[in-house]
Every structure is written in C-alpha cells, then in structure tokens.
T-cell receptor
Framework: NAGVTQTPKFQVLKTGQSMTLQCAQD?????MSWYRQDPGMGLRLIHY???????DQGEVPNGYNVSRSTTEDFPLRLLSAAPSQTSVYFC????????????FGPGTRLTVT | RKEVEQDPGPFNVPEGATVAFNCTYS??????FFWYRQDCRKEPKLLMS???SGNEDGRFTAQLNRASQYISLLIRDSKLSDSATYLC????????????FGTGTRLTVIP
C-alpha cells in the first residue's frame, strides 16, 4: 500500500518548457488536490478534483492544467514554465473535501531557470 | 488579511520544556481545525484534529477558542524528535476549495 506517490522528486526546467508532475494514490479517495509551497507562505491550492472526470480551480491555477480520468491519477501539467513556478509541489488526497485528514505525497521540487 | 495566521518562530526550547503555539483564523464560520507537522523537506502529516471541547493526545493538547477565533497547540516535555514545523489548517467551508494553511511555526528542541 504505497499511499500517495509523486514523480519526479526533483526537476529543473528552462523557461518556456512544459512538463507533467505525476500523482497517484491507492487509497481509493475521491478527493485529490495539488498545492504549491513557497517560503513564507502557506500551502496554496492550485487545482482540485472531487472525483474522476471533475476538476476545478483553486487559489493559484494560472499556468497549470489538470485532468482526472481515473480515481487513482491526478497529473498536473505546467504549460510553459516560468521562474515564478519554482516551488515545492504537493499532491494530496482525502476521503472528502476539507473535514477529513489530508494525505500528502512526498513532493516534487521544481526549479525553473 | 490572511485567512490563517501563525507566528513563524523559530521557537528554540530545551528538552523537557513546555511550548505553545497559537494560530488565528479570519472566518468565523470555519468548522474544522487541524494541526499538521512538517519535517524539513518532507510532506505535511496530520498531528491532530482540534475539537470544540479541546483534546489531548499524549504530550500534545489542542484548544479551540471560537469567540476569539484562534486555536492553540501545547507540547509538554518537549523531545528532540518534536523539532519540526507545525502547520495550522482551517476548513472554512467556502465550497470544495475550503482548506487554508498557515505558514507554519518552526520548533527546534535543543539538547
């Protein structure tokens, strides 16, 4: 039972490049979300999904796309990387939205040069 | 005003000390409250939920004060292994996008 997995762990991109951060869970949770964590700021919600086929924007969605074709996977796509997207990205899952414990993946450290 | 505010610290305390963190939140309709622990370069993990009546888990006690809109975390008999960043998290029930995280309070327990 792996819980929540994220790949890659580290990534360096050049400005303008695109990439996909992978997130997978084997907990059969409906709710999945992507956060970014920057120094001096709390985790901020990028996008979330309440179930397969349903996604919505969070607080800071610009520059990111998501899709949810299965319960298990919730990839985050950076369309054209910018230095402002340098951050640590966490995927999280929970039984429900908000009231329940959030289970986080180990994170992806992204640097955009 | 931030939705959730915490003193970032750092708090440097000797082993065995008692330390308390506070966190304030902006939305009086908030329903659920949590403390998460985040070790350096790791993901956050749930430490404990905070209930209206207050709750205790071993050396950790969490309190909620709805009138003043703050929650607290008390750690007694601090251990070296308690060194981490403690995140205050509030569910504000403004739709599915309803979890707000504080910036965290960093604790270092010194031998």
């Amino acid at each position: 039972n792996a819980g929540v997995t994220q790949t890659p762990k580290f990534q360096v991109l050049k400005t303008g490049q695109s990439m996909t951060l992978q997130c997978a869970q084997d907990m059969n949770h409906e709710y999945m979300s992507w956060y970014r964590q920057d120094p001096g700021m709390g985790l901020r919600l990028i996008h979330y999904s309440v179930g397969a086929g349903i996604t919505d924007q969070g607080e800071v969605p610009n520059g990111y796309n998501v899709s949810r074709s299965t319960t298990e996977d919730f990839p985050l796509r950076l369309l054209s990387a910018a230095p402002s997207q340098t951050s640590v990205y966490f995927c999280a899952t929970s039984q429900g939205a908000g009231r329940d414990e959030q289970y986080f993946g180990p994170g992806t450290r992204l640097t955009v040069t | 005003r931030k939705e959730v505010e915490q003193d970032p610290g750092p708090f440097n305390v000797p082993e065995g000390a008692t330390v308390a963190f506070n966190c304030t939140y902006s939305n009086s309709a908030s329903q659920s409250f949590f403390w998460y622990r985040q070790d350096c370069r790791k993901e956050p993990k749930l430490l404990m939920s905070v209930y209206s009546s207050g709750n205790e888990d071993g050396r950790f006690t969490a309190q909620l004060n709805r009138a003043s809109q703050y929650i607290s975390l008390l750690i007694r008999d601090s251990k070296l292994s308690d060194s981490a960043t403690y995140l205050c998290v509030v569910n504000m029930l403004t739709g599915a996008n309803n979890l707000f995280f504080g910036t965290g309070t960093r604790l270092t327990v010194i031998p």
